[in-house]
């Protein structure tokens, strides 16, 4: 059964880097593309980007200039940054696997998320 | 960007009732759309992929449908555990963008 976990701060303060891993489990993350879903207090859902074994990670280009996805294949973990941080970026930060088949792409394991917020 | 716009933002119905809520995509996406629910305090689950396919394990009163523009989401008969938020979401290309979400509420 495949299970995603993520961790990290709850609380970030302005102007500062929001770092999440999210530690995958039975499976490895070497076979799937791995993204952050992110879903501000009481609003809808917002890709971030995700990323692959290989080539490079995709980014959604209202905060491409700020995230940073990465792999760990040793820990079968990836990661979250997300730079110079204001109170617009508190959300909820889901990672979720990313079933890629042409058509059949769809976000379809999802980890509980993780409540970050942006505050002094 | 893909513009994704769902209707109605919020549903009351009754257990039992059958009720559908539609999305339109700002550009043709051919089939590339996806269906979502979420509980309150809980992750999105998918229910529907490639407009019309039930994820696994997801009950048959569940349907989908539409390709280009527009889309719907059909459930046959709402049961209680039914009662949850609903995003459409297009994979046709980045960034993926979903619809604002359809609140499905108990009458």
């Known amino acids: 059964q495949v299970q995603l976990q993520e961790s990290g701060p709850g609380l970030v303060k302005p102007s500062e880097t929001l770092s999440l891993t999210c530690t995958v489990s039975g499976v490895s993350i070497s076979s799937y593309y791995w993204t952050w879903i992110r879903q501000p207090p009481g609003k809808g859902l917002e890709w971030t980007g995700h990323?692959?074994?290989?080539?490079?990670?995709s980014y959604n280009p209202s905060l491409e200039s700020r995230v940073t996805i990465s792999l760990d294949t040793s820990k079968n973990q990836f990661s979250l940054k997300l730079s110079s941080v204001t109170a617009a970026d508190t959300a909820v930060y889901y990672c979720?696997?990313?079933?890629?088949?042409?058509?059949?792409?769809?976000?379809?394991?999802w980890g509980q998320g993780a409540m970050v917020t942006v505050s002094s | 960007d893909i513009q994704m716009t769902q209707s109605p933002s919020s549903l009351s119905a009754s257990v039992g009732d059958r009720v559908t809520i539609t999305c339109r995509a700002s550009q043709s996406i051919s089939s590339y759309l996806n269906w979502y629910h979420q509980k309150p305090g809980k992750a999105p689950e998918l229910l529907i992929y490639?407009?019309?396919t039930l994820q696994s394990g997801v009950p048959s009163r569940f349907s989908g449908g539409g390709s280009g523009t527009d889309f719907t989401l059909t459930i046959s008969s709402l049961q209680p555990e039914d009662f949850a938020t609903y995003y459409c979401?297009?994979?046709?290309?980045?960034?993926?963008?979903f619809g604002q979400g359809t609140k499905l509420e108990i009458k």
């Open positions: 990323i692959y074994i290989s080539g490079s990670p």
């Open positions: 490639v407009a019309s």
């Open positions: 979720a696997r990313l079933r890629n088949g042409g058509a059949n792409r769809a976000f379809d394991i």
């Open positions: 979401q297009q994979s046709y290309s980045t960034p993926y963008t």
